[in-house]
């Protein structure tokens, strides 16, 4: 499989130079075809000096229900009245011509003196003229939707994932500095669910109806944190809502340090924290003053965290960072649970399965790195990749084809994308997982010595808190994947995985959205293949793991 | 320049590592293939610290000859020796020396770095055996090994056991590669080894150096025109041919094949190819599961879209801080700046600064340090 896909590689690499005609539109698992469906991109000719300086995030945002009818959280009066007053015209116009299908007719010159009027820019004026983006505004405006938000150089996009435009339909630009780092909550209280961090640190919590119903370019009803950096001027590298938080966020920055906010407070308090007196201890420090937000500081590492996830419930929080290291945390405790570093170099992404029994992080080593929550421990590598691994996810929706449901063996999916331009699609199935045969068994004696620390990944019992060196190689399972898929020109930067599709997107701001095989496809024919393939890289000798057996 | 100066003292302010000189290269036209890699070297602490010995030893001894590795001493010791913490040198001497030894290097021609690099290397190390061999005042007739101007590897006399004398070159960047050969038809496994003291990979578009290093050991089958004689099958078989690193090097310096000849055009050609590197690195294609770690200490950068032009610079790790060497310009930058070198994942990209010669140093166990 690992020699299949260096294939796929270099055949791809001698076809670079005419770039997209290679790429397939796509791409065979075992339980079928997942299909490119809609491409979604931001403005051609959109700042090319910006590229580069930023990589494209993406958010999948998902509109329930109706909004509350006031914000606590609106903006000035003045502001709030006008945008009213936009939205009721809106509603007009969708109420007259709102069908989905009309959006891409085209010519629709009623909501296009819409933008036009209350826009003198040209960016929003050539979204116009792809027509449909402006009936997808009308349609959407009280109803629920489900949209990508995804930063590209200075501004933001929000495109609606179920409408075949490409172009998104609002942009936000940021004057001063530019976005990096974003996230939603579908559960949030009151309007504010959409959070977006800054390069020079700035974060900002606003609504996300409340943008899709304003049509200018800039945020509106926003709440500014850290203005000006004023509480930390490094890079916001991810941003999360606190899983039952109550609006409580964390913000993870580049200097190692994160914080936590309470999107409730204003950020006007005095909020300075005592200087860290050893950067490379964790440490966690309160603010002051009951008004301060943020009103915490975890130093979580030296160098920068480069990405952040909560367990489902929000009981962990994990950390991964330039040092290489994951950090598992019990968030309310403020503890330091467990935790590990990367074969070598940093890590640049992590991911919880949903019953947070296990972790995934992505990194510079190349590897797809299975953490045990219950073992506290790394139990697979996944080879695959030819470069660093940016994006990691459990497919929360993937149900094994061959499981009746109620069998031992757990399955999980998971993907990931990486700078080599592909995805990979993977099954952990726990029975599976192997205890490598070891090269030099110990002359006699006893097992948990024999062999000193390098064999000590499988032997001992390790203490809450502690962070595990790196593994060696010939110590952890490999995992091979399902199936690898080159899907875009550029390196990719994250994944994505909803009910219905698998979107990837690059550093460059293009995104792909794949649907997965229909429960109307031709599942028959391909559900043949499923144990040969999933079979494949079943090992000759096997100790298993799970049922913890795997002594020696 | 002297601005320039003051002005990265400024930025390191009392981080200023101390007994430390960060000091520019002026250039005689074209002489930045030299400046790059002499900065990268300069900043190789084990090799500059044995250099620097050398030339301490060596004064003692009395003038000796000049050569190029007393002019490379000569160099390192002016340096390190300067009043002032930056500023600017001129390496004069050893740029001079360099183009009376070797033709190649005496045009004002664009030069290519990893070839003189590798010429610095051999020279050195043909020096100091010299040296030794007439220490030990052994009329030996060994006449130093037959180098080719762009092979890294330093042939060692085939199979015949005159004892390898092992200088402190040797022991910083010489590495042993395996290349195992097993013939498909009476499966014989023939290895030879051979020493190095760079690895040339060959590249691919959005890849890593991991990647390019699993392809480097990745198994190649001889067959048809290129078939394998077999000594025990007395005859050309079709065999499979591996490479593996059997000793890795205390530095491991790795250079990206960038400059290719295509065919298809009689010329060579310069491959933008997006190649990562991280900071840390293992080699997980040696013979052993070693699992050593290196540490990313320098980069040569190839500036420009063509092979028969442009420019070299080099980023250079220094005490925790990096910094950016362009000639007589020295500045200071962030970590995080050292991915702007790792090429364009588009042909035809506005950024020309790629990453073409990365210095590693292992780290933990110094076992070869003298």
Redesign the interface.
Known sequence: MI?SS?GM??T??TS??T?SPGLKTYFKTPEGRYKLHYEKTHPSGLLHYAH?KTVTQVTLAIIKDKPAPSTPTAPPSGFSTGSGVRSAAARLLGASNGSRALSFVGGNGGSKSISSSSSSSGRIGSLGTSCSSNSMINSNFDGKGTYLIFNVGDAIFITDLNSQDKDPIKSIHFSNSNPVCHAFDQDAKDGHDLLIGLSSGDVYSVSLRQQLQDVGKKLVGAHHYNKDGSVNNSRCMSIAWVPGGDGAFVVAH?DGNLYVYEKSKDGAGDSSFPVIKDQTQFSVSHARYSKSNPIARWHICQ??INGIAFSNEGAYLATVGRD?YLRVFDYSKEQLICGGKS????LLCCAWSMDAKYILTGG???LVQVWSMEDRKVVAWGEG????VSGVAFDSYWSSPNSDGTGENVVYRFGSVG???QLLLWDLEMDEIVVPIR?CPPPGGSPTFSTGS?SSHWDSVIPVGTLQP?P???DVPKLSPVVAHRVH???LSGLVFTQECVLTVC??GHVKIWMRPGASDSQSGNSETIPSTSLKEKPLLSSKIGSSTYKQ | MGAAGSKLEKALGDQFPEGERYFGLENFGNTCYCNSVLQALYFCAPFREQLLEYYANSKNIGDAEENLLTCLADLFSQISSQKKKTGVIAPKRFVQRLKKQNELFRSYMHQDAHEFLNFLLNELVDILEKEAQAVKSEPETSSPPEKTANGPKHAQANGVSKEPLVTWVHKNFQGILTNETRCLQCETVTARDETFFDLSLDIEQNSSITSCLKNFSSTETLNAEDKFFCDKCCSLQEAQKRMKIKKPPHILVIHLKRFKYIEQLGRYKKLSYRVVFPLELKLSNTVEDADIEYSLFAVVVHVGSGPNHGHYVSLVKSHNHWLFFDDENVEMIDESAVQTFFGSAQEYSSNTDHGYILFYESIGASNNKS
């Open positions: 020699n260096n590689i270099s791809s690499s670079a130079n770039q580069g580049a160098g920068s290489g074969y070598y170099g940093a510079e080593d190349d990749h030819n470069s660093w700078q080599d331009t090269r390098q790196a060696s190689m010939r020109t550029e390196p550093r460059e």
